[in-house]
């Protein structure tokens, strides 16, 4: 029997007295109409629902990447990471192909592309060889010598211009054949898909009205971590204010009626001219100078239990952002006979 969630009835028979014909249908959830739980008008989680946010645009992206120092951080430290070490060639007896590589500047560009894909959703790697004049052709099979390596973000990528190829006997199957660039000068570059290393952001969904820009690439990182970025700021500068606001006197001045009660400024101004008298005492006297009936305290601000908020916050954002808590946040490890190692292997 399925039971109507306002009224408690069968829904059969609230249907038929509301006069509304109905099709059956099925509610998965669990419901307890003693308990009021999955019931609209007693259960408060009945009314959580997911509240879809705007996409961050690519201006947007790149200002926080600026602006905000753990945005940053999330981004570049694991492509640092990845490449720090670089690359050997076990067959390479002479070092040839890393020293090609070296000539190239390689590990930084790579570094490069794979922050890009991390803050845009995606990048390419451009690859010229000696004597290119089109790069909308491809890349030759045997190339004498490649010339330079080029990153360019999915953001000067046009994307939504391209056409993705459908014919399943095509290399390029399900792909885009070209990338369509948009130069510093504000030339679009034609590059053809065979010299372009592409790197893509983390996986997008598979179902749903996503934008054609997500479903190649990939969706940036800062898209899945933005609100707990903008809680970790907004908290920073919260406890910012606490501090600036720690210590506040409190003056209890004789008469102090009786000079608010007064028609012109003068009142105000004597009242502020007996606190700067107050405060000059403190400086110079190191104490304080009171009349009778007055009266000067200070309270401080109390930060019990902040710094184990702020510890939670640090994990929960690590976790999301896929990094050991110690190296995201520079830290020590915590706890009795913690090294953290095996918090590094797992990363690494």
């Known amino acids: 029997m399925v039971v109507d969630l306002d009224s408690g009835q069968p829904v059969n028979n609230v249907a038929k007295q509301r006069g509304v014909i ?9 419901d307890n109409v003693m308990a009021g739980i999955g019931r609209r008008n007693t259960d408060k989680t009945t009314h959580t629902f997911f509240r879809q946010d705007r996409d961050l645009t690519d201006q947007e992206l790149s200002q926080i990447f600026m602006a905000d ?3 940053k951080r999330i981004i570049t430290l694991k492509p640092k990471d990845a490449t720090r070490q670089w690359i050997t060639v076990p067959s390479d007896k002479q070092n040839k192909i890393v020293d090609e590589l070296k000539r190239l500047n390689a590990q930084s560009l790579f570094a490069k592309a794979l922050s890009y894909a991390r803050l845009y959703r995606g990048s390419v790697m451009v690859i010229i060889e000696k004597g290119a004049v089109d790069l909308s052709k491809p890349l030759q099979k045997n190339p004498k010598q490649i010339v330079m390596l080029k990153v360019y973000s999915a953001a000067r990528i046009q994307t939504n211009d391209g056409v993705l190829i459908d014919n399943p006997q095509s290399q390029y199957f399900d792909d885009f054949e070209y990338f369509t660039v948009n130069l510093r000068s504000g030339t679009p570059l034609r590059v053809h898909r065979s010299r372009c290393l592409v790197f893509k952001g983390d996986t997008p969904p598979d179902y749903g009205q996503i934008d054609v820009k997500y479903q190649y690439w990939g969706l940036p ?6 609100e707990e970025i903008k809680d970790w700021g907004t908290i920073k500068k919260a ?4 501090i600036l606001e720690f210590n506040v006197g409190k003056f209890t001045l004789s008469n102090l009626a009786q000079m608010l009660a007064s028609n012109d400024e003068s009142g ?11 405060n000059m005492s403190k400086s110079t006297l190191r104490s304080v100078l009171l009349g009778e009936n007055e009266s000067y305290e200070r309270d401080s ?4 239990g902040l710094p184990d908020l702020l510890d939670r916050l640090m994990i929960d ?12 946040w520079g830290r020590s490890p915590a706890g009795m ?8 292997t797992i990363y690494y």
């Not at 601000?301 to 019990?304: H, K, L, N, R």
């Open 22 to 30: 109905i099709q059956p249908s099925r509610r998965d959830g669990w």
């Open 69 to 71: 120092g753990l945005a």
């Open 221 to 226: 990182v800062l898209k899945t971590l933005y």
């Open 239 to 242: 406890i910012t204010n606490l």
């Open 268 to 278: 105000v101004e004597k009242i502020m001219r007996r606190m700067e008298i107050i």
């Open 301 to 304: 601000a109390s930060v019990s």
């Open 317 to 328: 954002i690590a976790a999301l952002a896929e990094y050991p808590v110690t190296r995201l």
């Open 337 to 344: 006979n913690a090294t953290g190692e095996s918090d590094e």
